[in-house]
């Protein structure tokens, strides 16, 4: 309803303005270079104008219903506008005749040529300005829609990946609960399953498309490291450090997880005590994150699974900031693998 109300103002808006302009250059062109009386020249111009007004309406009329025509459509343009040109062409003249006492005078040749090439070029370009701001305000409209629609596409996929929890991790979660249950050590299975569903119900319950700041980000990251700690024991050592400086920096949610997801899932090797860290930095480039781990790293094959994680984080790293965002990878000399993200700096007051 808005951008009907939009195009209508826009249109009465052109009409006063068109409309004003012809009125304006009529008497200036015209009627005060001619020896017409006051009394004659003024109400004509106003007959001229509301006339031309009213046709131009009756156009409009029909322009909106212009594609019934279909291939007909330029041919009863053309035929409209010749018509509409020579009723106003006749309705001047004899509004004129009637102002002057009624003698019914006919026209000349001359007259009959000189007014109605007026009256067709105020009207075609009357229709050039018309269908000029029509294609405008559609063209407008229809950015404006594949907008919405590349937006809406987008945070459906930025969803998608944000629920894209791995369910292995739940139920290798809740077999370890299971496991701490038989063992009898039913306080760390309460802890446990506490932590797994503060994670769950903060990955279920919270906007995806919401940032939120770095120390928020490291905790939630913690809380999933907890539990996996309790299925792995003394197999998992697990280091977060965060600089001061970046901890109000605002992030993607759970953009990490997967990355260390990944690593446990794919990176580990047999009766191998993993040694992840993560670290979060600032600098004047944006906000540097690392992921290290001390595993078997990426193969080297070309068609080697790198798993869902490091496939998630670069889908939504370029759907959030497009190119303004980096995730490099290798391996360390010392074994192991790397992973380095760099993100725009942005503060909670600058997303508002």
């Given at each position: 309803?808005?951008?009907?109300?939009?195009?209508?103002?826009?249109?009465?808006?052109?009409?006063?303005?068109?409309?004003?302009?012809?009125?304006?250059?009529?008497?200036?062109?015209?009627?005060?270079?001619?020896?017409?009386?006051?009394?004659?020249?003024?109400?004509?111009?106003?007959?001229?104008?509301?006339?031309?007004?009213?046709?131009?309406?009756?156009?409009?009329?029909?322009?909106?219903?212009?594609?019934?025509?279909?291939?007909?459509?330029?041919?009863?343009?053309?035929?409209?506008?010749?018509?509409?040109?020579?009723?106003?062409?006749?309705?001047?003249?004899?509004?004129?005749?009637?102002?002057?006492?009624?003698?019914?005078?006919?026209?000349?040749?001359?007259?009959?040529?000189?007014?109605?090439?007026?009256?067709?070029?105020?009207?075609?370009?009357?229709?050039?300005?018309?269908?000029?701001?029509?294609?405008?305000?559609?063209?407008?409209?229809?950015?404006?829609?594949?907008?919405?629609?590349?937006?809406?596409?987008?945070?459906?996929?930025?969803?998608?990946?944000?629920?894209?929890?791995?369910?292995?991790?739940?139920?290798?979660?809740?077999?370890?609960?299971?496991?701490?249950?038989?063992?009898?050590?039913?306080?760390?299975?309460?802890?446990?399953?506490?932590?797994?569903?503060?994670?769950?119900?903060?990955?279920?319950?919270?906007?995806?498309?919401?940032?939120?700041?770095?120390?928020?980000?490291?905790?939630?990251?913690?809380?999933?490291?907890?539990?996996?700690?309790?299925?792995?024991?003394?197999?998992?050592?697990?280091?977060?450090?965060?600089?001061?400086?970046?901890?109000?920096?605002?992030?993607?949610?759970?953009?990490?997880?997967?990355?260390?997801?990944?690593?446990?899932?794919?990176?580990m090797l047999a009766n191998q005590t993993m040694s992840i860290a993560v670290d979060f930095s600032a600098s004047q480039e944006g906000i540097h994150i690392q992921v290290t781990d001390n595993g078997k790293g990426f193969e080297e094959q070309?068609?080697?699974?790198?798993?869902?994680?490091?496939?998630?984080?670069?889908?939504?790293?370029?759907?959030?900031?497009?190119d303004d965002a980096q995730l490099s990878m290798g391996n360390r000399p010392e074994g192991g693998a790397w992973v380095n993200i760099l993100i725009p700096r942005e503060l909670q007051s600058s997303a508002l």
């Amino acid at each position: 309803m808005s951008k009907l109300v939009e195009r209508l103002r826009l249109f009465w808006f052109c009409q006063f303005c068109g409309w004003s302009i012809y009125a304006l250059l009529t008497e200036l062109l015209i009627k005060l270079p001619s020896d017409e009386p006051w009394q004659i020249h003024v109400p004509h111009l106003l007959l001229d104008v509301s006339s031309g007004f009213l046709i131009t309406m009756g156009l409009h009329t029909f322009y909106k219903r212009a594609k019934r025509f279909d291939k007909y459509t330029v041919a009863a343009h053309v035929i409209l506008i010749i018509v509409a040109a020579l009723v106003w062409t006749q309705f001047q003249w004899y509004a004129l005749q009637a102002l002057y006492g009624g003698t019914w005078d006919p026209m000349s040749w001359f007259d009959f040529g000189t007014w109605t090439s007026a009256s067709l070029t105020m009207l075609s370009a009357w229709t050039a300005v018309y269908y000029s701001i029509k294609n405008y305000l559609d063209n407008v409209e229809q950015r404006e829609r594949a907008e919405r629609a590349t937006h809406l596409a987008k945070e459906a996929q930025l969803k998608m990946l944000r629920y894209q929890l791995n369910p292995h991790f739940m139920f290798n979660s809740i077999n370890a609960i299971c496991t701490l249950i038989l063992k009898h050590e039913n306080d760390r299975a309460v802890d446990m399953l506490e932590q797994l569903c503060d994670f769950l119900r903060y990955s279920l319950y919270t906007d995806p498309l919401k940032k939120i700041p770095v120390s928020e980000e490291a905790a939630l990251l913690k809380t999933y490291l907890e539990i996996e700690k309790n299925r792995f024991q003394t197999a998992l050592d697990v280091s977060i450090t965060t600089d001061p400086d970046c901890e109000a920096a605002l992030i993607p949610p759970l953009l990490i997880q997967p990355l260390v997801e990944n690593v446990l899932k794919h990176g580990m090797l047999a009766n191998q005590t993993m040694s992840i860290a993560v670290d979060f930095s600032a600098s004047q480039e944006g906000i540097h994150i690392q992921v290290t781990d001390n595993g078997k790293g990426f193969e080297e094959q070309y068609h080697c699974q790198r798993g869902i994680g490091l496939d998630n984080c670069q889908q939504r790293l370029r759907l959030t900031y497009e190119d303004d965002a980096q995730l490099s990878m290798g391996n360390r000399p010392e074994g192991g693998a790397w992973v380095n993200i760099l993100i725009p700096r942005e503060l909670q007051s600058s997303a508002l």
